[in-house]
């Protein structure tokens, strides 16, 4: 092949660029003393030739290639000193990847040539000196951009009537029999019709996807032949992972998924991962970043450069407080928006994304103010997750004003309310109504709780009312990986059992946990296989699980109790989608200015509770009385919006409590619309008049009554 025409090019944009005549190169590297571009045959085995980009402006070494095209496969080595010591971890022997990239062809084949450091002077291995193989390193690649959106609009779905769905792109439609078989576990697969109408079916507003940029799995993983199934181990944030691809276009496919899923209604969040990368501590190897300019892109001890400050449990943590990190960060998260029509994104241990340079977290700082004050990312879904490993890394609460937030305090205190634990119903009063208490401080609304009870990590809901113990054999890490403390109850048996009473009470806790989700104030989270009793056999860290284990099973789901419990969700889905009481924009204030009370709270002797009786010990039943007048918000129209009145009944104690329902209006009979002690938690008889005999609440359960108002539709 004859020698590749450069050209001095441009130092912006950085990455891989096509404009329709030739590519230009642009990588940041503020302490590098070469730069040499890598290029490679089609097929990614051989490197055909090395280009040294000899421009440098502003700390970027650029250059303009006029005869290549979309699909040419690059890397780069890069030359500079080699001080742990001081930060600096160069190593021109080992290709690595552009982190602008927007398309990376191939998975990572380990072998001891990625791993490259020395201590002390000495090489620990002898891959220091060694030429990683270009059949072990994936590769970067030029892509063209172009795709036809149509009219595509995002639907911009409002934070009040959003109903996140947590799935897993692979997982998802892996086992899905009416698909075809190539299309399963595919941006393609996800896009197809029977998921979509299933999607639709069930009322879910937004899908929330696990990670889906390129990410690497593990070695120790791959020695024990196992995979990173969950994706937390980013080393491309510009790249859709080519293995959730049916086609070798993983950018068209993942573009022509995100049009279909929004012509249908349905947006789509993203899972990053912008805390840490692949690469791991002092002794992981050298992929990308650590060998383009370690000291810019990682936080390092500022005693001991060669040791990386580790915020995320996960060996490194992202200098985001580096611009040029920072830059990147932007840069991805723009072109998600803009290329790639997404709809919002949740922020993997996002506290560690508002460290400053000194490690402190500040709400305040540089990556909380550009991303406010940026023209497309502040106008679009941004959550938290508000904490991470280092110290001071609990954050629920203090994010600002445009963000959302995973309340893992509703998490927590619903698991413990429904296991039984007495003296939560103070607390529980808190999560049913959006958690003023975090949030309403900085001006926040109720949206800014995302409510969820189970996620990827941690028990699905089956196994959450299966197991009091973690049975994680499977990971290899002899039961000691994934978090002790559950906050579950097993029902009386651990694990699969034939005891009918067991059996009975693990399906009305369910519809117990379900019901409360769905009514609650807030952001309502649902985990993907929730509704139909999706189970992981008591493995609460199921990240390396790539198989059956953690798939969706859609034949459980065709299952006499799951399709009840499917019917079920769809019906308090709808009760919320069609009652503004469950979709409240603004925090309870108690009683409005023109006196009209807004929320109730009731003792099973129908009496108001008093302030002392929030804190006994004992207390495990409450009633929730929500006056369909006192919504305090309005319509597109500027109309005042009322509903139906609503009272909640709430019973964690083991046995029945009698409730005496209040009567606050003169044709006060409620219907009784839910009560989860019932088969299918479906009434026979609705109707229920305060002047009968108390409502005999069944011990672990929940009723929802409705007292229907003249004049509301």
Known sequence: ????????????????????????????????????????????????EQITLRERTGQVWHGYLPDARPGLLYGYRVHGPYQPELGQRFNANKLLLDPYAKAVVG????????????????????????????????????????????????????????????????????????LPPEVRGTYAGLASGPVIDYLQSLGVTAVELLPIHYFADERMLMDRGLHNYWGYSTLGYFAPNPRYAATDNPVGEFKSMVKTLH?????????????????????????????????????????????????????????????RVLQMVMDSLRYWVQDMHVDGFRFDLAAALAREADGRVDQGGAFMDVIQQDPVLSR?????????????????????????????????????????????????????????????????????????????????????????????????????????HNRSWNCGAEGDTQEPEVLTLRLCQRRNFLATLLLSQGVPMLLAGDEVGRTQRGNNNAYCQDNELSWFDWDISWLPENRELLDFTQRLIWL??????????HFFRGIHGDGVRDILWFNPDGREISDEEWTHDYARCLGLYLPGDGLGDWDERGHALQDDDFLLLFNAHHEEVPFVLPVLRDDALFE??????????????????????????????????????????
């Open 1 to 48: 092949m004859s020698k590749s025409t450069v050209w001095p090019g441009r130092p912006y944009p950085l990455g891989a660029t096509w404009d329709g005549e030739g590519v230009n190169f642009a990588l940041f590297s503020a302490h590098a003393e070469q730069v040499v571009l890598c290029l490679f045959d089609p097929k990614g085995r051989h490197e055909i």
């Open 107 to 178: 998975q990572m084949h380990w072998s001891d040539a990625q791993f490259g450091y020395r201590i002390g002077g000495r090489a620990e291995d002898q891959s220091f000196n060694t030429r990683n193989s270009a059949l072990g390193m994936p590769k970067s690649q030029v892509i063209d951009t172009a795709f036809f959106w149509g009219d595509d609009r995002p639907p911009h779905t409002p934070w009040h009537d959003t109903l996140l769905y947590e799935l897993h792109a692979r997982g998802f439609t892996m086992r899905h029999s009416g």
């Open 263 to 323: 012509s249908a209604g349905i947006e789509v969040i993203l899972d990053v991962v912008y805390n840490h990368t692949a690469e791991g501590n002092q002794f992981g190897p050298t992929l990308s970043f650590r060998g383009i300019d370690n000291q810019a892109y990682y936080r390092l001890s500022p005693e001991h450069p060669r040791y990386y400050m580790d915020y995320t449990g996960c060996g490194n943590t992202l200098n985001t407080a580096h611009p």
């Open 380 to 484: 679009v879904k941004l959550i938290a997750e508000p904490w991470d490993v280092g110290e001071n890394g609990y954050q629920v609460g203090q994010f600002p004003v445009g963000w959302s937030e995973w309340n893992g305090k509703y998490r927590d205190v619903v698991r413990d309310y429904w296991r039984g634990e007495g003296g939560m119903i103070g607390e529980l009063a808190y999560r049913l109504t959006g958690s003023a208490d975090l949030y309403q401080h900085n001006d926040r609304l109720p949206c800014a709780s995302i409510n969820f009870i189970t996620a990827h990590d941690g028990f699905t809901l089956y196994d959450l009312v299966s197991y009091n113990e973690r049975h994680n054999e499977a990971n290899g890490e002899n039961n000691q990986d994934g978090e002790s």
């Open 576 to 585: 919320r989608r069609e009652h503004p009481t469950f979709r409240r924009r």
């Open 672 to 713: 009784v619309l839910v009560d989860t002690a019932l088969p299918q938690g479906r009434p026979v008889d609705g109707g229920y008049h305060p002047s009968e005999d108390p409502y005999p609440v069944q011990g672990r359960s929940l009723v929802v009554l409705r007292h229907r108002r003249r004049g509301i539709a």
